[in-house]
T-cell receptor
Framework: GAGVSQTPSNKVTEKGKYVELRCDPI?????LYWYRQSLGQGPEFLIY????????DSGLPNDRFFAVRPEGSVSTLKIQRTERGDSAVYLC??????????????FGEGSRLTVL | GQQLNQSPQSMFIQEGEDVSMNCTSS?????WLWYKQEPGEGPVLLIA?????ELTSNGRLTAQFGITRKDSFLNISASIPSDVGIYFC?????????????FGKGTKLTVNP
């Protein structure tokens, strides 16, 4: 499809396990973003990539969270030693060059993470 | 950190009614955006505002960027059942541009046919 693709759509894991969430942005979009949405809340910024580099990772809650975008397209969000409080929907978004300045983001459907 | 106060938290209206929701902050923003989210989907951009005082329409939707840069409202006229969803305001902070959007908690809209 032409939109942002996220996999898996649902992930159930046990406390302490390692999790990877994948995002495939819209073709040609240079910027990629990860947001986290807890139940009943709005999305919360985690990290933003411009090309291959993390331009701003100030929203990552702690060092258990890490994200990469090695070829400037697909990105993976990695969570180590998961905790129950990590349970949320992880949203990926991408934008064109213009969208970086205007906030016009295209979101995927999200990966729902449940930590038991 | 910066926070957006969005109200009302939820609305129950009849089809055909007009809707108004707003967003306020103690901090200024350079951009204001309104997104809509339906169950199981990611947010979708409805309207973007870039200048203080700007009033913009998109079909039945109208939004304004407050003159103080600390608030915005969204109006929906003649609501229809497909307007159901959660509406989020989002602000682009002055420092660093719009890459780090700050979102409100959302207004959940229910439209009764």
């Amino acid at each position: 499809g032409a939109g942002v693709s996220q996999t898996p759509s649902n992930k159930v894991t046990e406390k302490g396990k390692y999790v990877e969430l994948r995002c495939d942005p819209i073709s040609g979009h240079t910027a990629l973003y990860w947001y986290r949405q807890s139940l009943g809340q709005g999305p919360e910024f985690l990290i933003y990539f411009q090309g291959t580099g993390a331009a701003d990772d100030s929203g990552l809650p702690n060092d258990r969270f890490f994200a990469v975008r090695p070829e400037g397209s697909v990105s993976t969000l990695k969570i180590q030693r998961t905790e129950r409080g990590d349970s949320a929907v992880y949203l990926c978004a991408s934008s064109s060059q213009r969208g970086q300045n205007t906030g016009e983001l295209f979101f995927g459907e999200g990966s729902r993470l449940t930590v038991l | 950190g910066q926070q957006l106060n969005q109200s009302p938290q939820s609305m129950f209206i009849q089809e055909g009614e007009d809707v108004s929701m707003n967003c306020t902050s103690s901090s200024i923003f350079n951009t204001w955006l309104w997104y809509k989210q339906e169950p199981g989907e990611g947010p979708v951009l409805l309207i973007a505002l870039y200048k203080a005082g700007e009033l913009t329409s998109n079909g039945r939707l109208t939004a304004q960027f407050g003159i103080t840069r600390k608030d915005s409202f969204l109006n929906i006229s003649a609501s229809i059942p497909s307007d159901v969803g959660i509406y989020f305001c989002a602000g682009g902070p002055p420092q660093g541009g719009s890459e780090k959007l700050v979102f409100g908690k959302g207004t959940k809209l229910t439209v009764n046919p």
